[in-house]
Nanobody, 119 residues
Framework: QVQIVETGGGLARPGGSLTLSCAAP????????LSWYRQAPGKEREFVAR????????TYGDSVKGRFTISRDDAKKTAYLQMNNLDTEDTATYYC????????????WGKGTTVTVSS
């Protein structure tokens, strides 16, 4: 069974930084577009960031633009989400999503990693 595993969540102070990782060793990683989503308690899942398979297309949700950066290392089959200037509103469980570039019906989700931003 394909696994995508997110790590790096934890407690951060407002204004602080965290880096999340998304490891997907069981897929043809370089053939997948990668995205991060998040879901705060009582709220719907929200798009955070996306990076195309060729690494040239980055898009961000309005609430994180200028603060978060998505990247990927295809050799390590890992994606990252660098989060700077964190706010309490960033508190959520963050999920990694991998979508096959040539057939969007093939996709995988991780189980999430929780980020709590609090003073």
């Amino acid at each position: 069974q394909v696994q995508i595993v997110e790590t790096g969540g934890g407690l951060a102070r407002p204004g602080g930084s965290l880096t999340l990782s998304c490891a997907a060793p069981g897929i043809g990683f370089s053939l997948y577009h990668l995205s991060w989503y998040r879901q705060a308690p009582g709220k719907e899942r929200e798009f955070v960031a996306r990076l195309t398979r060729d690494g040239n297309g980055e898009t961000y949700g309005d609430s994180v633009k200028g603060r978060f950066t998505i990247s990927r290392d295809d050799a390590k089959k890992t994606a990252y989400l660098q989060m700077n200037n964190l706010d309490t509103e960033d508190t959520a469980t963050y999920y990694c999503n991998a979508v096959f570039a040539f057939n969007s019906d093939l996709f995988y989700w991780g189980k999430g990693t929780t980020v709590t931003v609090s003073s």
